[in-house]
């Protein structure tokens, strides 16, 4: 079992839109990174993941989800309607890749930025030297840590 972090914009898509969707999940599509993609490829099902919310007033984790699918071809690359859509995509070759995320929890609290940023234990996690990553690794050591705060 690994663990992710995940980021995504409130206004977009936020942990109640996850929370909202039940035992199903949603798709965690629209990653056109290729960094984030290749994160994305190498999820399972049983992973755990942090659901980050970003671009808004206070950016930071707020709550926890789990992987339940393994990695796909993301339809959205070859919908010309889908604001995903990708021309250089197609159905022998699509470059993107989607995994089913479930909702876990929702913290009591936002975990910001901020207050991130001031714990020694997490100056290596990869959210902190990557910063516009929407996908990224956390080690066991960092879940552990920010789970019990």
């Not at 926890?64 to 010309?80: F, K, M, Q, T, Y």
Request: hydrophobic content about 40%.
């Amino acid at each position: 079992m690994a663990n992710w972090l995940l980021k995504t914009e409130p206004d977009v898509f936020s942990i109640d839109d996850l929370a909202a969707a039940g035992k199903q999940g949603e798709p965690w599509n629209g990653i056109r990174n290729y960094q984030a993609r290749n994160f994305l490829r190498e999820m399972t099902p049983g992973d755990r993941v942090l659901i980050y919310h970003s671009s808004c007033a206070e950016p930071g984790i707020v709550g926890e989800g789990e992987v339940i699918s393994a990695p796909a071809p993301d339809p959205d690359a070859l919908n010309p309607e889908s604001p995903y859509y990708d021309p250089k995509s197609s159905a022998d070759n699509n470059r993107w890749s989607v995994v089913q995320i479930r909702y876990v929890r929702h913290w009591p609290g936002v975990m910001s930025l901020k207050t991130l940023k001031a714990v020694p234990e997490l100056e290596n996690m990869a959210l902190l030297r990557q910063a516009r990553l929407s996908v990224s690794p956390v080690t066991d050591a960092e879940w552990q840590h920010l789970v019990q705060r």
